[in-house]
């Protein structure tokens, strides 16, 4: 069997991200599963991990990767540190043409590297295989808790990054106490399973939407929204998942009856730009627009929310939104203001438990595909170019790398 060397590239992104695409002790697993497998390790001042757990392990430690037939990285690879004609998974931000990456895409297709993006490897039913969004989700509910006990001094939650690992941040909910408030959390994915677990784990009781909007707890209770429960269809009639995928132009938003109810929403569904938007600048200026806090965990800029005008930072969490004048002023300064916390990393503030996840999947549904048969197609579905030449499926990328 002919050998494969795997290497584990250093990450290059500003700011520094902390997350491995596999663990020690996975690359351990992996070298006992497959006799012609090595893995080489690049150097690393950043990692979550340290290199000598990665030697021990049985990796190769080594200062470039260029080398290496497969590079495994997170974020978005440096263009000096991309290797030519070799094969790279990262994530990529391109595939929706994203225009601060554009150079990236060039690049890799000068450089006639095969790219496989994490983001696009899926079963046959079109389910990703692999990603961050139980952590995203995780990290985004304990941030918005912490936002509203921080805003109305209720009490303080030690940050998510400051914690050790998840474990750790758990020892934190038992400090949180709340009033009898209600909390909106959106989507139906990773990422609402995620925050669910954190919003059970601190003893917030589940409520049906029906609930939600009809009764009064003298408790904290949340409810899940699903795509069902906040758009409807325009002129009326029943609401056809289907249908509103294929044409949402169809729809329209129905969410502001739970924003007169809820004071804090937690977004965590995927909004597509056809679909209508959450909620308008309008709407959040009308006095019956309850929610003070949102955790934005999409953080989608000029999306379905419009109080997310930016994203914010591990270091730098909230600021204040102020919905009369539409702009952007500092966190807690009015009680009037809404208050974002819109992190676009937020799984690397768990980033031990969220790197374990990941290779977990990696090991499991990605590698026998990359070191065997790949026959069910998920490695040639999530290639977006090889040989200097966009795949069949990314060919709508052209005009982009042309600069059009």
Same mark, same amino acid.
């Given at each position: ?8 590239? @250093? ?17 351990? $697993? ?66 929706? *043409?994203?225009?601060? &990456? ?20 899926? &079963? ?7 990603? !961050? ?27 998510? /990054? ?23 959390? $959106? ?35 949340? $409810? ?6 906040? &758009? ?16 949402? =132009? ?8 739970? =924003? ?8 965590? =569904? ?10 308008? @600048? ?6 019956? !627009? ?5 955790? %934005? ?28 004048? /539409? ?36 090991? *499991? ?23 200097? *030449? ?8 052209? %005009? !982009?790398? %042309?600069?059009?």
């Amino acid at each position: 069997m002919q050998e494969l060397k795997i290497g584990i590239i @250093k990450e290059g992104k500003v700011p520094v991200d902390r997350r491995v695409p596999v663990t020690p002790t996975q690359v351990e $697993t992996l070298l006992n599963t497959y006799d012609n497998v090595i893995v080489h390790c690049q150097r690393s001042d950043i990692r979550c991990f340290e290199d000598s757990e990665y030697q021990q392990a049985g990796a190769i430690l080594v200062d470039d990767v260029s080398d290496c037939d497969i590079i495994l990285g997170v974020k978005e690879v440096p263009i000096n540190m991309l290797a030519d004609g070799k094969t790279h998974f990262f994530f990529s931000h391109t595939i929706k *043409k994203q225009e601060y &990456n554009r150079g990236l895409l060039q690049t890799i297709l000068e450089k006639q590297i095969r790219l496989i993006d994490w983001e696009c490897l899926t &079963n046959l039913q079109h389910q990703r295989l692999i990603a !961050f969004g139980r952590y995203a989700g995780i990290v985004g509910a304990y941030n918005g808790i912490l936002t509203y006990g921080k805003r109305y001094n209720l009490f303080h939650l030690r940050p998510a /990054n400051e914690c050790f690992d998840m474990e750790d941040m758990q020892k934190e909910y038992s400090k949180v106490k709340l009033p009898a408030i209600k909390i909106a959390l $959106t989507g139906g994915g990773r990422v609402s399973k995620g925050a669910m677990e954190v919003l059970t784990g601190m003893k917030i009781r589940k409520v049906s939407p029906v609930e939600f909007l009809t009764e009064y707890f003298n408790e904290p209770v949340y $409810t899940q929204l699903n795509t069902r429960d906040y &758009n409807q269809r325009i002129g009326g009639g029943s609401f056809s998942r289907d249908e509103f995928y294929q044409n949402p =132009a169809n729809y329209e938003s129905s969410f502001g009856q739970y =924003a007169k109810k809820a004071d804090v929403l937690i977004a965590g =569904a995927f909004w597509d730009p056809k679909a209508p938007v959450l909620f308008t @600048k309008e709407d959040a200026n009308r006095s019956e !627009f309850k929610i003070r806090v949102i955790a %934005d965990i999409t953080c989608d800029i000029e999306g379905s929310i419009p109080s997310t005008i930016r994203p914010s930072t591990i270091d730098d969490p909230v600021y204040d939104y102020n919905p009369s004048d /539409n702009k952007e002023e500092s966190a807690f300064a009015d009680e009037g203001n809404i208050t974002v916390m819109a992190v676009d990393n937020l799984p690397c503030e768990l980033p031990r438990n969220a790197s374990e996840d990941f290779g977990k999947e990696f090991l *499991k549904h990605i590698l026998p595909n990359l070191v065997g048969d790949d026959k069910d197609q998920i490695i040639e579905r999530a290639t977006i170019c090889q040989n200097g *030449k966009l795949m069949p499926d990314y060919a709508y990328l052209q %005009d !982009f790398v %042309d600069g059009h």
